[in-house]
């Protein structure tokens, strides 16, 4: 009877072109192909331990405490990777694992999540003879890809790429690659994430995902999506931050607008939410600034700039933007390398 010990910090990431679709052939494959800035202090840190048995076991502990309530989005992701390593069925685990980011902020956890445990999973199979260092990161990319389609993108910084793409090479359904060929005003994007609502969600991304299958806008928007990732390609290389206002912007209403036309319809945004971007608007309008805004499949919203307007950038969160968040709450990220061993 082995044991084996492993952790892993890994980042949640923000898409820039969103993955918004899975196809009906496969587990977890996306109907468009998607591009994030990896986060730096958003992250998951987990700590595993595996202990070889016969049958399947799982304790979940986070932040210190048992939290039987993972315990089902763990084993479903072990049966799904059972594909890769079957030796993941057979074990006594234990998953101690933190968010940096505060619980029930609204801010996803999945990506992060599911990436870390993905790469202990690597870890361990590693150990046990079954995956070279030179396989390791696409495998762990597999993995967490089939915990949660985002996830896949968060082992590499300073930017991650999934889904099948003429315009990106080696670019893939089943796994991300990391994306380098990018303006050095990127590689040091900042992120404020203004938490707007910090209750559960009304729809989980899982079953947003599945309403596509009925939308009638869907095909248009799966290749708008594929014309989105050729344009932001070029703007990723020449720094056009007018044009990446543009398209960042689209992506984000648009990702909103499958919601809202979705059958059942639903609304994530909240007042506040609109208040911001309104309040963004204005401000690029009056002071010319390159500021734009993201969004997630939540009401809080990602308020992205350029590293050299830090300063200018917080001192308008904390003048005009601070408010319309649930309890003044915010965190500053930027762009960073991806996940890192413990
Ligand atoms: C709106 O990766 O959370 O954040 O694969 O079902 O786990 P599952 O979904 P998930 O969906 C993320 C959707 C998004 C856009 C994006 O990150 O590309």
Do not use: Q, R
């Given at each position: 009877?082995?044991?084996?010990?492993?952790?892993?910090?890994?980042?949640s990431?923000?898409?820039?072109?969103?993955y918004w679709g899975k196809k009906p052939e496969g587990i977890q494959i996306p109907s468009n192909s998607s591009i994030s800035f990896t986060l730096k202090n958003c992250a998951t840190t987990t700590k595993l331990t595996l202990v070889e048995q016969a049958d399947l076991e799982i304790t979940v502990l986070l932040e210190g405490n048992q939290e039987p309530g993972f315990v089902p989005k763990i084993e479903q992701f072990l049966h799904r990777i059972s594909g890769v390593?079957?030796?993941?069925?057979?074990?006594?685990?234990?998953v101690d694992t933190s968010n940096s980011f505060p619980h029930s902020s609204g801010i996803a956890s999945s990506a992060s999540g599911m990436s870390a445990l993905a790469l202990c999973i690597c870890d361990i199979a590693k150990e046990k003879g079954l995956l070279a260092e030179?396989?390791?990161?696409q495998t762990a990319s597999i993995l967490a890809r089939l915990g949660s389609g985002s996830a896949s993108r968060s082992i590499y910084g300073p930017m991650g790429q999934w889904g099948e793409h003429p315009d990106y090479r080696g670019s893939s359904d089943e796994f991300a690659i990391p994306y380098t060929d990018i303006h050095s005003v990127f590689t040091d994007f900042c992120d404020t994430i203004l938490l707007v609502h910090r209750g559960q969600k009304t729809v989980s991304s899982t079953v947003?995902?599945?309403?596509?299958k009925d939308n009638p806008y869907a095909t248009a928007r799966f290749a708008q999506a594929q014309e989105n990732m050729i344009a932001m390609k070029s703007i990723l290389k020449s720094g056009d931050l007018d044009a990446f206002i543009a398209l960042v912007e689209s992506e984000a209403l648009t990702l909103h607008s499958l919601m809202m036309s979705s059958n059942p319809y639903f609304i994530l945004m909240k007042p506040n939410t609109l208040k911001i971007i309104?309040?963004?608007w204005a401000k690029r309008e009056k002071d010319a600034v390159k500021?734009?805004?993201?969004?997630?499949?939540?009401?809080?919203?990602?308020?992205?700039?350029?590293q050299a307007d830090q300063a200018a950038a917080k001192a308008f969160i904390e003048e005009e933007l601070a408010q319309y968040c649930e309890n003044g709450a915010?965190?500053?990220?930027?762009?960073?390398?991806g996940a890192e061993r413990l």
């Open positions: 009877m082995t044991t084996y010990t492993t952790a892993w910090k890994s980042p990431n923000i898409a820039l072109v969103k390593f079957p030796f993941v069925l057979n074990g006594k685990y234990t030179k396989d390791f990161k947003g995902h599945g309403l596509l309104e309040a963004i500021w734009c805004f993201t969004l997630d499949a939540g009401a809080n919203v990602h308020f992205l700039y350029p915010f965190i500053h990220d930027e762009v960073g390398m």
